[in-house]
């Protein structure tokens, strides 16, 4: 198949194929797929809570291109680590940016909106620039997994993602949260700082607190309101 001129239909069907071909791989052998199928037109998707799936990725393709969604609200500790993984892991780090900086969005849209529309400041400043940044690939590869939240739960290694309009890979979707300090200690991985301080799930810094003891890994995030996902994943 010529991917320079693919249909969503061609697409699909690479999914499909891949999906029934590689049911229970592990994430070397769905990273090779991925690779093996789409050369240089896919891209890795990191938040930047650890350097894992970059580490992994890189493995298969070094400098690899590496999605940031730089929003302008992260913490300095992962802005650093941003910097860190793409030095010591030799990948190609790409900022996707909203078309407006804070101070812009503020004027237009009043300040803070993330505290009164999150859904909107999401769609505004991660969802949008994903969405362009995605629009130049035809395969995307991303660290979500199924024990991190119940909206995750039945995420697939391999699956035509409806909402962007390509092929999407969650080669660590089956690893529990012991297979990836595993492969942290084996490989000394960078890790963000602030995980280590008790965030177990990294957002933007306005959108993150410490979750309670014992509770959701995830319930630190938009911790008081309804919301639990960015609207980079669909449930
Ligand atoms: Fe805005 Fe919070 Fe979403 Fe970041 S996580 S884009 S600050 S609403």
Do not use: C
């Given at each position: 198949m010529n991917l320079a001129t693919a249909t969503e239909e061609d697409l699909r069907l690479l999914a499909a194929q891949g999906a029934a071909s590689l049911e229970g791989a592990s994430a070397r052998e769905l990273l090779q797929w991925t690779e093996d199928t789409f050369g240089s037109d896919y891209i890795v998707a990191s938040n930047?809570?650890?350097g894992v799936l970059v580490h992994l990725a890189a493995q298969i393709h070094p400098g690899v291109d590496v999605l940031f969604?730089?929003?302008?609200?992260?913490?300095a500790e992962t802005i650093g680590t941003r910097d860190a993984v793409e030095q010591v892991y030799g990948v190609n780090v790409i900022n996707a940016r909203a078309e407006a900086s804070v101070a812009e969005q503020d004027a237009a849209e009043g300040k803070d909106l993330f505290a009164r529309e999150p859904n909107r400041c999401c769609a505004l400043r991660k969802v949008a620039p994903l969405k362009k940044t995605l629009a130049g690939y035809k395969a995307w590869v991303t660290g979500i997994r199924?024990?991190?939240a119940p909206t995750r739960a039945?995420?697939?290694?391999?699956?035509?993602?409806d909402a962007f309009g390509l092929v999407k890979i969650n080669?660590?979707?089956?690893?529990?949260d012991e297979d990836m300090q595993s492969y942290i200690d084996e490989h000394s991985i960078l890790v963000n700082p602030l995980v280590d301080e008790g965030y177990p799930s990294i957002g933007c810094a306005p959108c993150t607190s410490k979750p309670a003891p014992g509770s959701d890994p995830r319930s630190g995030r938009w911790a008081g309101q309804a919301k639990t996902e960015c609207g980079l994943h669909a449930s």
């Open positions: 930047m809570q650890d969604l730089d929003t302008g609200y992260h913490f199924r024990v991190e039945n995420a697939p290694l391999i699956s035509f993602d080669p660590i979707a089956a690893w529990s």
